[in-house]
């Protein structure tokens, strides 16, 4: 694992290349070494890191508390969908605060906090049982149409219940429906992590999608009707 610093606009960025497992102490070091020289405000990118466990979630969440005991603050940006997993799979989902990108991280800082509701509902995720079409782009011919079944959603993606899997990084057609809307959704896709038999053998096997290319109009959808079910279901505990 390697850790860079850069500073823009008085706020420190640690680009983070490679595994963050229980070998990488040297974060809460180096947050460490921020705070004791008075840089309390961190961004961490994560756009080249290789894989987070929960050792490593472990050491996050630490240098998480230590920059908010010393009244900084600590967020994350270009976060794989797979981290974003682990982060709900622990219930850290609402407590991390995620940008997409490096830009509305460093303005998260200084606006009201728009972006911030924004992202979050992006990631917020919904366990629903939904039928899925997919076939991959760019095949020779004509490609395959392959049934799966979703197994949770969000604005950000979905996770797909199937046999049929395709390497990270392929790009996928889907269609699916929202409950209580009468049309079909069209959505683009890119294959981000797939299924562990031995972590998680309920849902294995399949793959864990991420949109791409996904209309405003879309993506407001699939959260209003993820806002209104969670909300639903909340109420009537």
Same mark, same amino acid.
């Given at each position: 694992?390697?850790?860079?610093?850069?500073?823009?606009?008085?706020?420190?960025?640690?680009?983070?290349?490679?595994?963050?497992?229980?070998?990488?102490?040297?974060?809460?070091?180096?947050?460490?070494?921020?705070?004791?020289?008075?840089?309390?405000?961190?961004?961490?990118?994560?756009?080249?890191?290789?894989?987070?466990?929960?050792?490593?979630?472990?050491?996050?969440?630490?240098?998480?508390?230590?920059?908010?005991?010393?009244?900084?603050?600590?967020?994350?940006?270009?976060?794989?969908?797979?981290?974003?997993?682990?982060?709900?799979?622990?219930?850290?989902?609402?407590?991390?605060?995620?940008?997409?990108?490096?830009?509305?991280?460093?303005?998260?800082?200084?606006?009201?906090?728009?972006?911030?509701?924004?992202?979050?509902?992006?990631?917020?995720?919904?366990?629903?049982? /939904?039928?899925?079409?997919?076939?991959?782009?760019? *095949? !020779?011919?004509?490609?395959?149409?392959?049934? +799966?079944? @979703?197994?949770? %959603?969000?604005?950000?993606?979905?996770?797909?219940?199937?046999?049929?899997?395709?390497?990270?990084?392929? /790009?996928?057609?889907?269609?699916?429906?929202?409950? *209580? !809307?009468?049309?079909?959704?069209?959505?683009? +896709?890119? @294959?981000?992590? %797939?299924?562990?038999?031995?972590?998680?053998?309920?849902?294995?096997?399949?793959?864990?999608?991420?949109? /791409?290319?996904?209309?405003?109009?879309?993506?407001?959808?699939?959260?209003?009707?993820?806002?209104?079910?969670?909300?639903?279901?909340?109420?009537?505990?």
């Amino acid at each position: 694992m390697a850790i860079r610093i850069r500073e823009i606009d008085n706020i420190n960025i640690m680009d983070i290349d490679g595994k963050i497992d229980i070998n990488s102490s040297d974060i809460i070091e180096m947050v460490g070494w921020l705070i004791s020289s008075g840089k309390i405000n961190i961004i961490v990118n994560l756009e080249n890191a290789d894989m987070v466990d929960y050792n490593g979630l472990s050491i996050l969440t630490i240098a998480y508390k230590n920059v908010l005991n010393h009244k900084g603050k600590f967020k994350f940006v270009n976060v794989p969908v797979s981290v974003i997993e682990l982060f709900r799979a622990v219930k850290l989902e609402t407590v991390f605060e995620v940008y997409a990108d490096e830009e509305a991280a460093v303005n998260s800082f200084s606006e009201e906090g728009v972006d911030k509701l924004h992202l979050r509902r992006r990631f917020q995720r919904l366990e629903i049982h /939904i039928s899925v079409k997919y076939r991959i782009v760019g *095949g !020779q011919g004509k490609p395959k149409l392959f049934d +799966g079944s @979703v197994l949770n %959603l969000s604005a950000a993606g979905l996770y797909i219940y199937t046999p049929y899997i395709f390497p990270i990084n392929s /790009i996928l057609d889907l269609e699916f429906g929202i409950p *209580g !809307q009468t049309t079909m959704l069209e959505a683009a +896709g890119k @294959v981000s992590w %797939l299924a562990d038999k031995e972590i998680q053998p309920h849902a294995y096997p399949g793959m864990g999608i991420s949109f /791409i290319h996904l209309t405003p109009e879309k993506e407001k959808a699939i959260a209003e009707f993820i806002d209104k079910n969670i909300t639903h279901r909340a109420d009537s505990l």
